[in-house]
């Protein structure tokens, strides 16, 4: 698989999703440190910082995404970038917006599109019994049959506003975070914040490395904006667990 990772991956042998189970289904959400084998961890780092094919990604409206290469985004002078990120934010005020940068691994890899063979490989532990049948223990749920995945990069500026990942016909069970961020601090942003009905930050979610967040759906969340003094990127992998893998043409 290359950059360390020359076998599948290993969850650590210390969890007991078992024990878990009762306290995600009281708050149907899940911070779980150290759930890989710790060099596994720093091998799969290793590969997501150096994949190929980071882009752009930005939710404009509808439903819809727009993406652009990461070097159409260094072509942009300073004035034409500044102005693009104020109109990204503008847009974001009172509406659903995000910006972040990605690889959409599972899309890329079931077309047959160009995409980092190890992370490849990633996206198929995730879709082994040895990771589906974890997430089952851990939930109690014998539904989750297939992880979608993509590769995520947020930096300075970045975020993503509140929403509930309810998609209709898409068949999600749970979304998830992989954490691979180095290091990070709770004031550099970037926090996966839960919301309760009257709009309080109910409990938040810091980028730990080697971190599973697993949370039901729908439940209503945000990602806070990366500050500009952040000292790292904020790397994970992030998807959702469903039912059943999607239609030929779905993503």
Known sequence: MGSGLDRPLRLDQGLRPEACRPIFRQFGRLHLPGVLVQEDAIALHRAIVGAEGWRRTVHVEDGRDAELSIEEIEELGPEQRAAFEKGLHDMARDSFRYVFDSIRVSALAQFDQPVDPALVAIWRFMNSETFLGFVRELTGDDRPAYCD???????PGHFLTAHDDEAPGKNRLY????????RWRADWGGILMFLDDEDHVAEGYVPAFNALNIFKVPQRHAVSLVAPFAGDQRISLTGWIRSAPPAPGES
């Open 175 to 182: 979304a998830y975070v992989l954490n691979l961020t180095a």
């Open 149 to 155: 995945m993509m590769a995520t990069r947020y930096l």
